[in-house]
């Protein structure tokens, strides 16, 4: 039985990717289109810019794009509902769709940092979804918001799991080269990229430090508990790259001369604990991938690895100001960072019996 | 007096920032060309391919590039030799010239590690000058060579100086961007980098690490001792920017909570204390020029602060993991991390009576 | 005596230049600042995204921006307006000022085709600024509008005045490559140019097309007469460039069988006949200048020439289908095409006792 | 049954290209790779500096590459090569094998314009295969070579034809916008290109201009015949754009006042008339695609429209000058300009029984 999904934000750079991931996907079928913007009442290939390479499915392009309207998506028994709305107007629609019984998968910032919103990274912490029972409880819903972590928390995170369950982490610089994607569609001017780089992303390293020890962290009594053994210290980077955000990682283990080959090996053999062996459509059939040419992983010739759901680890060496190691990590970040990792979740959660 | 100088590898791109940083100077006079290359025999505005946007001086692309020739060094009287050679080729030509009594200040990279070499980024340790003494006794030369360091190291020692004279550096990690070109004239492919960024830089991080430590080092009787309480890990990419190196510093200090605000201050008011006052032509009046703004220094706008020779930093802010400090800072690469350091370095040795 | 001027739309890009311009101009004090945007009531620099490698001047930082407002203009005794407001609110201010006595030197496109509306490029047209007096009498204005051509119209038809003066021509094919610059400072999103390149720039082509037959045109009666004689077809290309328009340009001459070095010969000997001899602070020693390498014009060696009031053309050779000739061009579309051009027209008026 | 078949210039972009599109190819076989550089002895895998965004097959990086050598092609019992090899080398190497008995298919420049040297757009021209004969006889050999043309013809000359058969084409100018990946894996240094275009590609115009009139010439008694009719003006530009040249025509056609709509109709309906029917493996469905965008074809999004041997055409309108057509036409360079348009040769001499 197929799931009827809608889309929010659906002619958003986020919003292409969930249409090119959710179209013949095998168990969800998109229903509703809904937009905040000036599309309402235009057909979809009429209001979206589309800048994917692989064209508009046509079917796609010819569905009516809704303005934003919970009674609609209520009563077109839509299962699911992908959020890829600006922050500014995400809590509102998302919370009145959660009370009206929908589950939500979001992509927007807001409430990510509350403990009962579970923030979820699937091969990290796909048993956080567990929290929705406290939820549900405390907000009084019949429907569910799950957040998608930030986008270089997502790839950040899922290359540092095998580590972290491996040898312990403590510490992490992690310094960020983040594609222009990342603003969204129209979010960049040319202007201000062209011949240049920008050292600053609002927001982004509070949400690097802050999610990831987070994703970490454990279900308590009220809700998820940060991990407190973890310390992250970011600094975030606007690069000129279309697609594929690269990180720099120096990290310092718990366990002391841990040698390279077995944390190469720890990150080869990773087979994304939480979530292995449930085969979910989506999931990618090697979660972290290590090249191991000096000069690897770079974003025009890995990023969309295993469909852009892997992360491509390179570099792997001892750092010496950790005793540690350190290593360059790459991801897409609209795919693995954003939609892909949502329907990621959506998938976990019909496997788990939660839709 | 005007000092008579000549330039080795003078098509290569430091080349062509020393001719333009050379013509018109004060107390030098560009009066040898020669190239390793296919250059001789050709007048230099035949055989080089400028990519400066200040056009080539008309008496300078008249002049003749010779080859690579310690003889007609000797015989024209130069007083300085510029070589910004390439690492295979630089280390005998520079002996030969030194054993003949010249002064070569050199960009090439070998023998910056040998203790009896001065490594100079003047404002950080103008004073390992005196090292030519033990060069000059060892080696038997009348002559001497002082080398230039690496472009990153250049602008990230710069940078740390302050932090390192008020508060004390024990540990930090650098994580650089580096521009196009760095990678020379012709050395990095279109293909290469075009949508992309490598994250590697073929023995750029060993050079970051090691060299830093000999430019905070301490003269000792046999030469420059390295200072073992400073440890640095760096992580060195090249990112789509034409000019101007990013480099995002993470640093641990002995003087535990330090207030950003005096972080700042000691900053500003750095004066390159190792040649204050000196009042060399090609000193920036401000080494370092702090911005405010939250998205500043980027590469395109501040590459030329102090016409090439200030570096740039920004974002200053706390850092969680070493309870220290992060911040970015940029430099021109060719300029403050090539060329002008050397020619900043010839003006000290005249100053000092050296040459 | 120092003529006050104000600039319209002061914090775009084109609002950039002006005051990079007018700053320290011989004849000129930049006296208000006004804008459409949300920048009323701040500083000049707390409001503007700055984009230029020059810093913004610190008297100008500090600046109030206004709202559009003509009464203010009036009060503060301004003796020309510089507007460089967005098409859909230009005229209807410009008008008003022109109404109220104000010399208006405008940028915007609305406008440029009515036949008692100068549209100079002064080097080739400046006599056309007769029309005023036709303008005042029609229109009972005590002030006047001054147009600015199109910037591919600007930089196209300054390389082409010697030709149609000394060879004539009859019809030319333009193909050009513009820069990005040219959409303005938030006008295009780096997700849609990078790797990239956009075949169509709303309305370009049209205003080449027929801009150039006005500027080619004569002064009737009732205003400009186009030039029927000339045709121009345009096909227009934005690039991923930061500044410089390049354009393909094949002529059809009059003069069958014309010497490609006659031709060379003309462009190099003009002296931007119209305004030959004024030496206007902003007119350019050489208009037009010649490069003869195999591979020139290039945009970033060769797009601020005479200070950006320059085109350089290279590639002059015989183009087969007209029999005629083909040549590359190149200009700073922000400066020849854009607020350069306004500041020499600016000066033109005042030379000829109109302000 | 399958062919074997060499390639010779593996190691290059072309190379790259070749092996993509040959590899579980239904009827050719990789047997044998040949470089003329550095990598004879070495592995595909680890002589390759690889660029495509799929990865190498295992089974291709696993075989060896050889120096260039005829014996072993002989040896092997290959029965196509197809030649990517540098213009110096390529006609010793070719005319030899031809002599031997070899079908060569060649990417090389040179020899193009012999008259008894096939020069196949396969679509246009694919009868021009029966001055084969008059070739085997003139030259004596019991193989033969059959060029692929320039690629910005190939993608211009697609796109003319429907327009050359129903309407007459009588003059043609043609300015292209070409992509980096043109010049090869290395030959465009970064640094020359990084915000910036060349305006000039050695011998591109004339390639262009030349191979057109044979592409669309007929079969004499002697060889091919240009066309005289045909009238093509060439300005080659090189635009930072990885892959994917987009050409701006503009035509005189024989038929005065074609209606725009026809010849939209008359593209549209193009089916490749000179292989219609074929049913190549490489042959793309619809080999001229149209758009109706205003803002289409664009390189990043529209060049690999049938597996990149489609041409996109966009923008069909009128033009001014010739009183006929002008449009944007767009093909990937690498594959329908080069390594596609061999392999589709290739396919048709095959079935022409040639092989």
Excluded at 38 to 60: F, H, L, N, R
Excluded at 260 to 282: H, S
Aim: charged residues 25%; hydrophobic residues 40%; neutral net charge.
């Amino acid at each position: 039985m197929m799931k009827r999904v809608a889309i929010l934000g659906a002619t958003g750079l986020v919003g292409q990717r969930f249409i090119q991931l959710l179209y013949k996907h095998p168990w969800f079928e998109i229903a509703v289109l809904q937009s905040s913007g000036k599309s309402a009442g235009k057909t979809y290939g009429e209001s979206v810019k589309w800048v994917i390479d692989t064209d508009i499915p046509v079917e796609i392009s010819q569905l009516p794009v809704e303005p934003l309207n919970a009674e609609s998506i209520v009563k077109e028994g839509i299962d699911i509902v992908f959020s890829a709305l600006p922050s500014e107007i995400a809590t509102d629609v998302e919370k009145e769709l959660a009370r009206r019984g929908l589950i939500v998968i979001s992509n927007a910032s807001p409430m990510r940092m509350e403990p009962d919103i579970p923030l979820i990274n699937p091969e990290v912490n796909a048993d956080h979804i567990e929290v929705l029972e406290i939820q549900r409880k405390k907000r009084g819903w019949s429907g569910a918001i799950v957040k998608v972590p930030n986008c270089t928390t997502s790839i950040f995170t899922l290359s540092l799991k095998p580590l972290y369950d491996d040898f312990g982490v403590k510490r992490v610089v992690v310094s960020s080269m983040q594609a222009i994607s990342g603003a969204g569609l129209t979010g960049l001017p040319s202007m201000f990229i062209m011949d240049n780089l920008i050292p600053y992303i609002e927001g982004e390293e509070e949400k690097v430090e802050e999610e990831s020890t987070k994703i970490f962290g454990s279900l308590g009594s009220d809700g998820i508990l940060h991990n407190n053994n973890l310390l992250v210290s970011a600094s975030c980077h606007r690069v000129m790259v279309l697609e594929g955000h690269t990180i720099a990682v120096f990290a310092e283990l718990e366990k002391k001369n841990a040698a390279i080959e077995d944390i190469v090996r720890a990150m080869e053999e990773f087979k994304g604990n939480k979530i292995k062996g449930l085969n979910l459509p989506t999931q990618p059939e090697k979660p972290i991938i290590v090249r191991r040419e000096l000069d690897r992983p770079q974003p025009r010739l890995d990023r969309y690895e295993g469909r852009g759901m892997s992360v491509v680890v390179g570099r792997i060496r001892h750092d010496k100001v950790f005793n540690g190691v350190k290593y360059i990590v790459l991801g897409s970040n609209t795919i693995r960072g954003a939609a892909g990792n949502g329907v990621l979740i959506a998938e976990l959660l019909v496997r788990k019996g939660l839709v």
